[in-house]
């Protein structure tokens, strides 16, 4: 039997591209821990998230590359390490790696739903996610995800509320149930940082920042408190909502905020029949990314056990992860961590700019 060495791995590892980054395993510095042991070989994979949608592909290939110098076994273990997008986050007293906005021109859209199942997906996959329900009018993170509560403060932080494997605060947490918020915006400024600044967050690599719609003081206040990675903008395909969304997208663009594209949701039915119906249009939210040339993130059929899952706080890909929605919706959720990777290492993050 041909004898296996280091470099002959590596060699071999060398032809084998990371489809997003389109460089090989060993530049990018992905093979860890190679042990060769006569024809046995064990090496470890580090991913950039471990929502990456391609790692059935690349655990493949990089199995195939060894078997093809002559190993006799080979054991590939996969393991990740999401990047830092570089932003300085003065506010925040733990490294926050990511911070990634989900917006929408108009209420109603589905943009709460969005957020929540995006943290869960990327929770799931094994990341350190944190939600902030930013939008401090009508604060529904805590009921679609089932936390009503938030643990009691410790050492003059506020600790976050937890529900699958994402932490989470919300002015929920803070005022009556249907109590009013009858503020202007230099108390929502306030409440913004305070989320930032006050929370025991603790080492994060997604925060995902669910925020009011429209583009008044909330938008303009994080984007000022807290450097973002990007924004996710959510739209349903009829017109009205596509000319709401637009003007969003052109705030952020505005703000210097990189647009990680755009989610269609409530994108058609699903009839007994198999065949789909569209309720609020067809292609909006795609003909929307495309002129604006931005990611098209995907579309999220109506479902209504999305509503079900909201209400009694289960998330559709908790209470339902084989639904069409739930798939659509990880599938999302790995597009975004996927886009985020890919800036946070090829240094195309626009730079950020205080808003006066």
């Not at 060699?11 to 093979?31: F, T």
């Amino acid at each position: 039997m041909t004898q296996i060495t280091r470099e002959a791995v590596l060699a071999a590892l060398s032809k084998v591209q990371e489809p997003e980054l389109h460089q090989d395993l060993v530049s990018l510095g992905m093979i860890r821990d190679l042990k060769i042991d006569d024809g046995n070989v064990s090496f470890s994979v580090m991913l950039t998230t471990p929502a990456c949608p391609l790692r059935g592909r690349i655990e493949k290939e990089s199995r195939e590359a060894v078997e093809a110098i002559g190993a006799s076994k080979v054991t590939v273990k996969l393991d990740s390490d999401v990047p830092n997008d570089g932003r300085m986050r003065g506010l925040v007293n733990a490294p926050m790696r990511n911070a990634i906005a989900v917006a929408s021109g108009k209420g109603g859209v589905g943009k709460s739903t969005v957020s929540v199942n995006l943290a869960v997906a990327l929770a799931q996959s094994g990341a350190r996610v944190g939600l902030m329900d930013a939008d401090i009018y009508g604060p529904n993170v805590p009921t679609m995800m089932g936390a009503p509560s938030m643990p009691t403060p410790k050492n003059d932080k506020l600790q976050p509320a937890e529900s699958y494997g994402v932490k989470m605060m919300s002015m929920g947490y803070l005022v009556k149930p249907g109590q009013p918020l009858i503020w202007r915006g230099p108390m929502l400024n306030s409440a913004i940082r305070q989320f930032i600044s006050d929370v025991e967050w603790g080492e994060l690599d997604y925060l995902i920042i669910d925020l009011p719609p429209g583009t008044g003081d909330a938008p303009l206040s994080l984007a000022q408190a807290l450097p973002l990675s990007g924004v996710v903008i959510v739209t349903l395909p009829q017109a009205v909502s596509l000319e709401d969304a637009s003007r969003g997208l052109e705030m952020f663009k505005t703000l210097n905020v990189p647009i990680l594209g755009v989610v269609e949701n409530m994108s058609y039915l699903t009839l007994p029949d198999g065949s789909k119906m569209d309720v609020f249009g067809q292609g909006g939210g795609e003909s929307m990314a495309k002129h604006y040339d931005v990611p098209f993130l995907g579309s999220i059929p109506l479902n209504p056990k999305v509503r079900i899952g909201g209400d009694t706080g289960k998330p559709i890909i908790i209470s339902d992860p084989e639904s069409d929605a739930a798939r659509a919706l990880i599938k999302v959720a790995e597009t975004v961590a996927a886009h985020i990777s890919v800036a946070a290492l090829s240094g195309n993050n626009a730079p950020t700019i205080d808003v006066i």
